[in-house]
C-alpha cells in the first residue's frame, strides 16, 4: 500500500503499552501512521520515541488531535486500529469514529482481547456503516514492537486490504527450520522469512482462536510453576540451580519462550535484598479473564480441556493466601522423603519427560476445543496454519509447535492431536516417566495439578471403557435418563424400570 496525495496508511486509536509499539512497528515496515489517544502525553510520547529512534530522520508518524483530524488525513480506504480495552471501551471509539465522519468502506479493527462473542455481535451491529474487523495480537510489548502473533477474523475483503501490512509487521520464522528470526532494533525490519499471521475466518474465530491460545498459555505457564515446585521443595534445590535445570531443558524438546524466561525469573537476584528474586514475590497470581473464558467453553461445547481448567484453578487457589496459611499448619502431609544424588538425577529427568507429555496433552485439549467450536460455528479453521503462526511472536512460541505444523499438514483432519503418530509414540515412550514424576509429586505432598490432570486426560483416552455405563445406569435409576446398548444398534434407547419388583426393561 502506498501513501497519496501525502495521506498516511494507517490510523493507530490507543497508545498504552501495545498500541505505541504497533504504531513504531507499523512504521518501521515504511507504512506512515496517524496516531491519536485521549491523553496527549501518550501521543507526544510516541512521536518522541520515534524521534529518536530515527535521529529525527525519516519519521512516519503524525499525531492526531481529535478522530476528524484522524480520518482526514488517512488514504481511503482508511484503515483504524484499535489499541483499547475490551468492552465498552471499543464500543465508545466506534461511536466516536461514527460521529466523526468514519464511512462505509473503513476498516475499523479491533486488536484487543474481546469475547468472541462480542466480537460477532459488533460486526452486525455496525455492518452499512463501517467494515469492523479484528485482529487479535499476542507476544506482549516486545511482540509488538518488533513482531508479533496476529489472528485477524471478519470480513475477507478487508483482509485483503489489510494482509500487506500485517504481514510485514507480524513476527517471522524460518521455513526449513521454524525457528523465530528475532529482531530487537528498531528501522531494521525482518523482511525474509514465513509472517506470523493468516485470515483465521468469519467475525469471531479469530478472537477464539487467540482466547484458546491464552487458555494454552495459563497452563503451560502452570506446568512450568509445578516442575519447579517439585524440584525446589521436593529436591530441596535452590532457585538458582532449577533455573540451570530450565536452561538445560530449553535446549531441547522443551524449547520456548516460556521456559527460557522461566530460568530467567529464577535466575534473578533480588535488588533490595539479594535473595532469590522469586523467593521475594508474593505466591498470588493474577489473571485477566481469557483463560477462564476457555475453560467455560470447553465446558459449554463438551470438549474435556481439564488441565486448561486446572490452570485456571490453581491461580485461583493461589489467591487464598491467607487460607493456605491456616491450613499449611492444621492439615497433615506425608513425612519427608531423602534422596541420593542418583535418585534426584533419576526424578529430574522423568520430569523432563512428565513436562513434555503434559504439554502435548495441553495443546491437544486447545486445538480439539477450537475444532470443536469450529464445526458448531462452520468455521473452516486451518489448523496448520494456526500452529504456524504461533511458532514466534507470541507468548506459547516454541520448537514444539513445528511438530504440530507438520502433524497438521499430514493430516488436515486429524481428530486430536494425540491420533499423531510422532506424538503417540513419544507419549507411549515417555508415559512411564510421567507417571514416576507424579507419583513423586504425590508422594511428597507437592500439587501438581495440572501435571496429572494431564495424564488422567492421557489415561481417559487411551481406555477403550471408561466407568460411564455405570454412571449411566445411575442417572436411569434415578431420573430415567435411559441408556445405550454395547449389544444393539447405536442410537437405540433403553430403560430398566428399577422400581418395579420385576425390573423389566423397555425400548424407548
Known sequence: MKSHRNLNDVGVIGLGVMGKNLALNIADNHYRVSAFDLDTVKVNGVLQQEKQERNGQDLRITGCANFHEMLASLAKPR????????????DGVCQALLAAGVESEDIVIDTGNSQWTDTVEREARYKGQFIFFSSAVSGGEVGARFGPSLMPSGDESAWQHVAPIWQAIAAKVDPKSGLPIERFEPGNPVTEGESCTTYIGPAGSGHYVKMVHNGIEYADMQLICEAYQLLHDGLGMSADEVGDVFERWNQGSLNSYLMGISAEVLKQADPMTGKPLVEMILDK????????????SS????????????AVYARSVSTQ???RVQLSSKLAGPAAISLDDAQKAALIEALESALY????????????????????????????????????????????????????EAKA???????ADSFAEQLSLKQGAWRTAVSAAIMQGIPVPCISSALAYYDSYRSETLPAN???????????????????????????????????????
Open 79 to 90: 484503515i483504524l486500529v484499535l489499541s483499547v480495552p475490551a468492552g465498552a471501551p471499543v
Open 285 to 296: 497470581a493474577g489473571q485477566k479473564g481469557t483463560g477462564l473464558w476457555t475453560a467455560v
Open 299 to 310: 465446558l459449554q461445547i463438551g470438549c474435556p480441556a481439564p488441565t486448561i481448567a486446572e
Open 321 to 323: 493466601k491467607s487460607l
Open 357 to 408: 507429555c503434559a504439554k502435548v496433552c495441553c495443546y491437544a485439549q486447545g486445538f480439539q476445543l477450537m475444532a470443536m467450536t469450529a464445526k458448531e460455528q462452520e468455521w473452516q479453521l486451518d489448523f496448520a496454519e494456526i500452529a504456524k503462526i504461533w511458532r514466534a511472536g507470541c507468548i506459547i512460541r516454541a520448537t514444539f509447535l513445528q511438530s504440530i505444523t507438520q502433524a497438521y
Open 413 to 419: 483432519d486429524l481428530s486430536c492431536l494425540l491420533m
Open 470 to 508: 455405570l454412571l449411566q445406569g445411575q442417572r436411569d435409576f434415578f431420573g430415567a435418563h435411559t441408556f445405550e446398548r454395547i449389544d444393539t444398534p447405536a442410537g437405540e434407547k433403553y430403560h430398566l424400570v428399577w422400581s418395579a419388583k420385576d425390573r423389566t426393561l423397555s425400548k424407548v
